[in-house]
């Protein structure tokens, strides 16, 4: 049985973090780890995991940013502090669909890179759609990445990574947001081994930055890096 990372972002999400960190602590798998990275929020999200955790008393571990840096570097930074042979991403306003989600994924990656479910898309706590994906050709992945605008295909931030292929490919996230769109990108064109499963993985909630001028911008960034490399 291989240790697996649970990596947590928070920036000012003092309504959600509990929930977001209850969801980690009652997945059933035994050896996993959990990390949390504060991105230097202005609100009392900091202050409410301490006194979470000291309730719980469960030992987790919590990184303060000297400065905010955005969900790419943050992603980046919880990833080099893990000690994990596998890791999975937990956005501070998302849950695990259910206990079993870490432990269903590790069952089924097997020999992959990455293994990914479907998400149920919530707002306000309330059920709002259901995205169902699908595996596709590495080499679409791009294309398609590209007429959707800069959108991803496949939910990257929302399943199961082999860290090894991150260190011997050198990825990591760049941007700000959409970070792990263009991940995606850059692990498609070095042949990244992706599985889809049939099951749903994360609460996810809708509509966090999206129309805001820094997605933006992200997506524009996206668009050219395509152009250039494919």
Not at 79 to 98: E, Q, V
Not at 200 to 215: A, D, F, H, K, V
């Amino acid at each position: 049985m291989d240790l697996i990372s649970i990596l947590i972002r928070a920036y000012n999400c003092e309504d959600t973090i509990t929930f977001a960190l209850d969801s980690a602590i009652k997945q059933v798998y035994p050896k996993k780890e959990i990390i949390i990275y504060d991105d230097c929020s202005t609100d009392s999200t900091l202050e409410r995991i301490k006194l979470h955790l000291g309730k719980i008393r469960k030992r987790i571990k919590v990184i303060k940013g000297s400065k905010n840096v955005g969900c790419g570097e943050a992603h980046n930074i919880l990833r080099k502090a893990s000690k994990g042979i596998y890791f999975s991403m937990l956005d501070s306003d998302d849950m695990y669909h259910d206990d079993m989600v870490i432990q269903n994924l590790y069952d089924n990656i097997k020999d992959n890179d990455y293994i990914y479910g479907d998400l149920v898309v919530i707002h306000n706590r309330e059920v709002v759609q259901y995205w169902i994906y699908s595996e596709y050709d590495l080499l679409k992945i791009p294309k398609i990445i590209r007429a959707r605008e800069g959108s991803n295909v496949i939910p990257f931030d929302h399943g199961l990574h082999r860290k090894s292929f991150w260190i011997d490919n050198n990825i990591t996230q760049k941007l700000r947001i959409g970070g792990d769109t263009l991940a995606c990108i850059e692990a498609c064109l070095k042949r990244i081994r992706m599985k889809h499963i049939s099951l749903y993985t994360t609460l996810y909630q809708y509509g966090r930055t999206r129309n805001s001028p820094e997605r933006t911008k992200c997506l524009f960034e996206i668009q050219q890096y395509i152009e250039k490399n494919i």
